[in-house]
């Protein structure tokens, strides 16, 4: 095997054409911009190619949790993670480029579209962003073709990585045992010790954790067990067997973060190259961007948890049944 023929150099050295060039006005940094914009699509490619392999990990309807499945899939968002920093990072390359670079090549453009970019597209899909949560509903497929029309909206009809998320939380046993506390009921006790850590202004804290914890929520994200589950495995992380579903849960965290950061980066770059102009998709530019960014927070609700929390030295102790339970032992 020879090095260029592995990596098929050929193909991918191959694949940039000035479009400035074929109407003999070259611009120079359209080079920069198409390898910035193959090297995005590239890692899109790599992120789907590990969350699918999540989502695979996650669907079985009955998940052995000591497996070394949670741990591969552990490991593969860990690499998602790093890959959306690169992700960020590249912007700064971009930024190189002066928005009179951009204006000699930008016009040779229209109407394509980072828009136009189906394995972003996809991306969000899997990972759980809903039709019904995006922003600009009527432009998010007007700019596709047929092809990549068809195919975004089979995707969009799959079970998310959310969804599998939320069945896997939802089938953890371990506080559904009234019988292992003095109580009765672990929420009842630990209610009354998160209300005793709010200040006098932050009282209406508690209609919340009633809403969130204590009842079903219609068109929630997450189902009443799994957000018990989720909460309670960041309140007990430390416990052998909540390790990997902790780190499930933050990077879970990294991701939305990230992509935030990604599209709040892509706006501001936006701004700075072509002020409040369109975009060459017809968006509105960095208006659009912006609504995105503020909605587009897919596992949003596993933020919202951390306002219920109490500090380590607060938390209600465990029962010794249940602390075995939580143990490698049992």
Do not use: C
Not at 168 to 181: H, N, T, V
Not at 265 to 287: E, F
């Amino acid at each position: 095997m020879y090095y260029s023929s592995y990596l098929q150099l050929d193909k991918i050295l191959d694949a940039q054409h000035l479009e400035s060039d074929k109407v003999g006005k070259h611009a120079h940094d359209e080079m920069l911009f198409i390898v910035i914009h193959q090297a995005y699509e590239l890692w899109f490619k790599q992120i789907l190619f590990e969350v699918k392999s999540i989502h695979e990990i996650f669907s079985p309807p009955s998940i052995n949790d000591n497996d070394p499945g949670i741990a591969i899939a552990v490991r593969r968002m860990n690499r998602v993670v790093e890959i959306l920093r690169v992700l960020v990072h590249q912007i700064d390359i971009l930024e190189t480029m002066t928005p009179q670079d951009f204006l000699e090549f930008r016009d040779l453009l229209r109407p394509a579209s980072g828009f136009q970019s189906v394995q972003f597209k996809e991306l969000e899909s899997i990972l759980g962003l809903k039709m019904e949560q995006r922003h600009g509903q009527q432009y998010y497929t007007s700019q596709l073709n047929q092809n990549d029309l068809h195919h975004i909206q089979s995707v969009s009809e799959q079970v998310t990585l959310l969804t599998l998320l939320d069945q896997w939380l939802s089938r953890m046993p371990y506080f559904d045992q009234p019988d292992l506390w003095e109580g009765g009921d672990f929420w009842q006790t630990y209610r009354t010790v998160y209300g005793d850590t709010l200040r006098p202004e932050e009282k209406n804290n508690l209609e919340g954790f009633d809403q969130l914890f204590m009842q079903e929520i219609e068109g929630h994200s997450l189902s009443l067990r799994a957000r018990r589950n989720a909460l309670l495995i960041t309140l007990y992380r430390d416990a052998p067997i909540f390790q990997n579903p902790y780190r499930v849960i933050n990077h879970l965290l990294d991701i939305d973060e990230l992509l935030a950061t990604w599209r709040w980066r892509h706006m501001n770059m936006v701004h700075r190259m072509i002020g409040m102009r369109s975009g060459t998709g017809g968006s509105t530019g960095k208006g659009y961007l912006r609504e995105a960014a503020m909605k587009h927070y897919v596992f949003g609700a596993f933020a919202e948890m951390n306002s219920f929390m109490v500090n380590r030295s607060l938390l209600p102790s465990l029962p010794e049944a249940l602390n075995q339970s939580l143990s490698f032992r049992s």
